[in-house]
């Protein structure tokens, strides 16, 4: 597998540094991506840089995961307003280990190939080294004026935020340099790919590399993934969609995906998932040809559902989406554990009725019009009834005043109420 190739066509290739394309035809070259390890999971922000490495272990060339841990406690200041928290030693190991686990799913740390993957972290060779050293060994090399030029400096100084840039974020390109010469020097490492904003950081590893061991150096940048609409990829409401089920469920991580217009489907199928020119062409194709079937969401949901979490989590997920909006069952509907069902059911009307009053048994009339205002009257839910309209818990309602008891609740404490096929009502007994 030619891996510029592979990029090329999944538009993962914005710029590329000349030479670069013959070093990995050449040999098995290593090769990094840097991580931010500001937070103890990744987001899907992150899922390029990873899917780069991965694609580039699948090409037989060695990956290697940087943790920034070092760069972590200054704050990159590419595309950024404003200064980040730093982190504490302790804060950033625990980070370390927790996204050595999700970049486990998608890269081989354990094998004996020549390609296993490596993680490092750049806090490991910067903690010991003193300021006095590295401006007289690194500082001295690269000029004020070069680290000038870069875009992500001159946006800061020139944005609009008037606090400028401190001496700390400006130090960060030679930093990031460092590392580079740090693991061109010690592993081997040939080339560094990131997103686009990191041209500047990287070319200045290139130079360093260049200048100060004489050793010829790669880099190789991807577009930063936005939304067709421009916006930014990623983000929700609710803020970033986390790669760890404790800050995104399955269920809402599923949802993500199935959820993208079909424009960024077709150009995310190819980014965040392995599946080959062919196989994505056909279903790009059959998009085409029946567009309300959404194969693409489809396809590119379940793939990268899969790689995040499980199977069994993909299977629950797709289940827990069939009960808003396909025909699933009243067992299917008990079966969602409480965090799942909740977010199923987010921004369905809710009533509160009292747990008191059903212990003894209730009409079903009398608890969707008077208790909870499913209906507005009771002649309008008996005519819906006879219809076959009303379903409590997934379970179609025979007659219009049989009892509801707390038999019904689910989790002992939840009723779903539907009218018709669209119209759901959560019911919370307190």
């Not at 680290?147 to 930093?175: I, P, W």
């Not at 995040?308 to 289940?319: I, L, M, P, R, T």
């Not at 309602?397 to 009723?415: P, Q």
Request: with cysteine.
């Amino acid at each position: 597998m030619n891996f510029v190739e592979e990029l090329r066509w999944r538009g993962m290739i914005h710029e590329i540094m000349p030479g670069t394309e013959e070093q990995l035809q050449k040999e098995l070259t290593s090769g990094y991506v840097g991580i931010d390890p500001t937070a103890d999971s990744l987001h899907i922000g992150h899922l390029v840089g990873v899917m780069i490495l991965k694609h580039f272990q699948r090409a037989g060339h060695r990956p290697i995961a940087l943790i920034g841990g070092a760069t972590g406690m200054i704050g990159d200041p590419s595309m950024k307003s404003a200064e980040r928290n730093l982190l504490d030693e302790a804060t950033l190991r625990h980070n370390q280990e927790s996204l050595k686990k999700q970049l486990a799913k998608f890269l081989d740390f354990e094998s004996d190939n020549p390609n296993a993957a490596l993680l490092v972290n750049n806090y490991d060779w910067m903690k010991d080294f003193s300021f006095l050293n590295f401006i007289r060994d690194i500082g001295k090399h690269i000029t004020v004026n070069y680290m000038m030029s870069k875009d992500s400096v001159k946006k800061r100084l020139n944005g609009e935020s008037s606090e400028g840039m401190s001496f700390t974020e400006f130090s960060y390109q030679l930093m990031q340099g460092y590392d580079f010469l740090h693991l061109y020097q010690t592993l081997g490492c040939r080339i560094q790919m990131g997103g686009s904003d990191q041209w500047g950081n990287i070319t200045t590893g290139t130079e360093l590399i260049r200048r100060k061991a004489g050793g010829e150096a790669f880099a190789l940048v991807c577009p930063l993934i936005t939304k067709a609409d421009g916006t930014k990829f990623g983000k929700t409401e609710s803020g970033n969609v986390w790669l760890d089920r404790r800050y995104t469920s399955p269920y809402k991580f599923y949802q993500f995906w199935l959820n993208v217009s079909d424009e960024d489907a077709e150009k995310y199928i190819k980014i965040f998932t392995a599946l080959d020119k062919e196989e994505i062409e056909g279903l790009v194709v059959e998009q085409k040809t029946a567009p309300h079937l959404r194969a693409l969401q489809k396809r590119l949901a379940k793939e990268i559902t899969i790689m995040v979490h499980s199977e069994d989590d993909y299977n629950q997920a797709v289940e827990a989406s069939n009960i808003l909006f396909g025909n699933a069952t009243a067992d299917a509907l008990k079966k969602l554990d409480e965090e799942t069902f909740l977010q199923v059911f987010e921004g369905v009307p809710t009533f509160d009725i009292s747990k008191d009053e059903l212990a003894g048994g209730i009409k079903a009339v009398d608890l969707l019009t008077e208790k909870a205002a499913v209906f507005p009257s009771k002649g309008e839910m008996r005519k819906t009834v006879q219809a076959g309209g009303v379903m409590i818990n997934k379970e179609k309602l025979e007659n219009f005043d049989d009892a509801i008891d707390a038999s019904s609740l689910i989790a002992g404490k939840y009723i779903i109420a539907q009218k018709g096929k669209k119209n759901y009502f959560l019911l919370i007994a307190k």
